[in-house]
């Protein structure tokens, strides 16, 4: 267990709330080599930001059934600051359609964009143990649906980038 807070002392609130920020972390920053993982193949590469490090912005704007890597980022992206803005008590527009506008990216608008997905999971994480309230049934809700929200599309990316290396089809 890669948790900082002793189970033994905490309430299940504040367990839940670590675990679920655990988790969260692997989905995103992958785990270092040689750590067990949950939900990720292991390593850094594991994670969001590791499999979309080496990817070129021509392999991430490359259509495989209809999508792109550069989409999903870009919507997972709109997702986790649509969450990190109901943590700073925020009720924004939710627009899927516009979360899906990016498409296709050049070198340096898929650097930003990398830049802004690491920006936005790097603020939901501080923000979990700070403000995430179990006992809210739309902040359970939330929570359990943008990690398995989080989840699909790590997924869907590992697999789009598969297939624009050549690996699947």
């Known amino acids: ?23 969260y972390r692997e989905l995103l920053e992958g785990m270092p080599d040689g750590d067990p993982t949950w939900v990720t193949n292991g390593g850094r590469e594991g994670g969001v930001y590791g499999t979309l490090a080496d990817l070129t912005a021509e392999e991430a704007s490359r259509e495989v059934a209809g999508t792109t890597i550069a989409a999903h980022a870009e919507h997972l992206r709109w997702a986790i600051d649509l969450v990190n803005a109901y943590f700073e008590g925020e009720t924004p527009p939710a627009s899927w359609a516009e979360s899906w506008s990016v498409t296709v990216v050049d070198e340096p608008a898929w650097e930003a964009l990398k830049a802004r997905v690491r920006r936005a999971g790097d603020r939901l994480l501080a923000a979990i143990p700070a403000k995430h309230s179990w006992r809210e049934e739309f902040a359970a809700n939330g929570a359990l649906a943008g990690y398995g929200h989080a989840a699909y599309h790590l997924g869907a990316m590992r697999q789009l980038k598969k297939v624009v290396r050549g690996g699947a089809r």
């Open 1 to 23: 267990m890669d948790t900082t807070i002793n189970p033994t002392e905490a309430t299940a609130e504040e367990l839940l709330t670590t675990l679920f920020a655990d988790r």
